[in-house]
């Protein structure tokens, strides 16, 4: 990365912090504290980081509470500072006015683009296909037909955008995302399973982020749909017809079963597996858990079959004592 | 969707079913019953779609049994109308005597293809190749060396094959899906993994679907087979001289340990994982379930370690009127 | 595969075995015992395959102990010796001089690349990456700026690898691996999830194999680390800032969440989900198991949430026991 060449005043200003030390020290860097040199910021965001901060060699820090460092700019959310100064630096170095298109990309003379995209090389844009202005298509990416894509949104290299899909504004796609993938569904006629073709759709709204490798599949009829703001991570599977609330956040090798309706700022562990069921409104749902039945809002599950998390430790924690006492019974005879 | 412009008579015709009605309405869309608007066929599949029906605005129903609709078609199996139907008019969107091949295709001279093929942009096809007729290889796909691949295929974009991998026909591989990777085979030489190279192949028989970004591993000396008729969805992970039968149906993000046998008509649940053992004909295993040991013909089995469905749900009940007991003991004292 | 034509005495000297029989029969194929025909050599690996011996129509055999076939060669370590035996035929078919860069590949004026690397088609590789000498980088493969790349890798097709990601020398990446993804990093601000950009990286040492489809996250500041003898298998997803040890193994399908650490010479299975937690040294994490606390070196763990393997297995075993009684009551009653 080139130097960043900000001063903590600025810093300080960025974050909307409280400054101690050196306003006119020029930071270049920002690195996590144990590998800090001169010329570096870091953040402590937790208490067992203040220790780390005596012996530190950064140039100053971002901390929830004085560290007693000589630079330091404390705030009240060093997380949400931390998100204020990486998103500065960033945009700052996407800011753009060049649009440019590869050669090498096969595009539908049937295809809309606004002239303010930038397309990749090696990208093949189908018939009727449009794609909104400061949209960023990487290498490799294939976009069928009728596609729709908004504006700003980035799809990263080899992502696969099947036909008749559509993608708000602000989406960002990672590599290797498959949108529109025919659902698993089949009638088993005898011993033999038909496909049932699946002639529906995805409906990506707004500000979505689909993480590499996720697979969404499209609507037997009707829609898959992900509400506006909703976060998926690496390798999650969103299967037909499945409906995804607003702002819900979902951790990666996530699978979602066809025609599951998920709530509004539900948050989803890694490795959860939920049925053709109903999840309210801000659920928590544990890493690893298998959600069999519906979840009314507000509920924290874990397990599988989930179960209320105190329950369910409480059962566990109970199990093991059964066990030791049974084991403490057999020792005395 | 262009409109179909279908008479209920002839989709009563093609789903085999009973028309009550005005049998020259014209249908021109499928849409689910809460979307249907007029000119629209909806399909009541269960009990709880019934009361649906009453305020639909759809033209006309497919059902089960009669929901009082002035205009419906009532058949036994609801799935299997649709599949029929849904066949019906994907068949006559895709039949095509049209056979392209993209100008960016890289194909070695000592590949063969049928003339009857479709070849997209920036597909790589290896020497002693070969590609059966009305098969469609889609964007970003590469084909290795010596790979057969045989009639009415389809590879979606960005499908990587090894080389030395056989394929059927009527083979659907899906976007991303992987097919002849190395499997996971070191042998430790004090703490250094040294690879074992993998010599053997991939076989993929007739009418097998595999979902996105699936990865099928070769076999190390021999093969890996995965037979007729079975169903893979989106990614799941067959490893090295792993033997899966036929008309087995394997859901999402399934792992399947390597040499594991699979049998005939087993269906498999999304997030199962099976360790190196044979799984009987006929089995059913839940979600989320981890086989760690063989399974009989026809065994139905949920949890990690996998246990007959029966034995586990009563043991986790059992365990949950235990603590309950427990609770309820030490309120009273 | 064309013919080996290897005689038994030199595969003897290539495996170190004691050979009987006669050293000069040619060896064309080596094959799984069942599949065996004349020319073929077999393995034999396991007690239960010593009886396939005396049936077979292998030429001659690699087993661990005799098994009165005519021609067999004894070793101490089949496994070791299959390694061996694959490594150096394997050898000698990679064994290339030729260096080609397809000339559909679009490789940036500012990237350094040595002149002996073989770059497939429809590649694109960004401003001042830079790839060693005999790299093999594949089809429809995409490298960002700032990529370092060692010696000797093989980049599979459709790999993508974001900017500012190090890769060390005789790596393996499989196809469709994502490397330096950003990670799923977000400020919750009301309801709305705020981006954390991600502006660090990943550094993947020697000797490392990542599986198709694997995704692994660049770090948020500073970086993800894979370090050297590591290896991955399918599917597995590494996020973020994760750092992982020399010589683990880590299965299909596994999700290591972020920050985590993980020591050398672990073992995790397939379907394991790891926490923000620290695994120590030779830990041995068993197949779905959920870590969510961190691990001592040389713990054996299975089970959500992980726990000491006989305590695990002890405590299942008991609660049956205790339900079995139960049921026997009542039947009593």
Redesign the interface.
Known sequence: ?TPLNLSLKKISDIVGGSLKGDASTLISN???IE?ATSGDLS?VMEDKFLNKAKGTKASALVTFKSTGFENEIIVK?T??A??LL??F??KNNEASNSFTI?D?A?ISKKATLSPQVNI???V?IGNHSTIAEKTII???V?IGNNVTIGKKCIL???V?I?D?VTIGDNV?L???A?IG??G?G??Q?G?????????GTVIIEHDV?V???C?V?R????KTLIKS?T?V???S?V?H?VNIG??T?I???V?I?GSAIIG??VQIA??V?I?SVTVGNNCIIG??A?V?KSLNPNEMVV??PATPIKEEY??RA???I??KN?VKGRQKK
């Open positions: 990365m920002i690195t996590p590998d953040f959310n997380r949400n931390l998100q990486l998103a630096i960033t590869s090498t096969i990749g090389h090696f093949s990487k290498h490799n294939t990263y290299p080899s696969v099947y008749n960002i990672h590599a290797g498959k993938v025919d698993f089949y009638v006629v011993s033999k399973w038909k496909k049932i073709p699946h002639i982020e993480g590499a490798n697979c599949d609507g037997c009829l009707g703001g976060k991570d690496n390798l599977h299967a017809n607003s702002d956040a951790a990666g090798l699978g079963a509004n700022n890694g490795q597996g049925a890493g690893q298998g069999l397990g599988t409480k059962i109970y199990l093991k059964l066990y049974a």
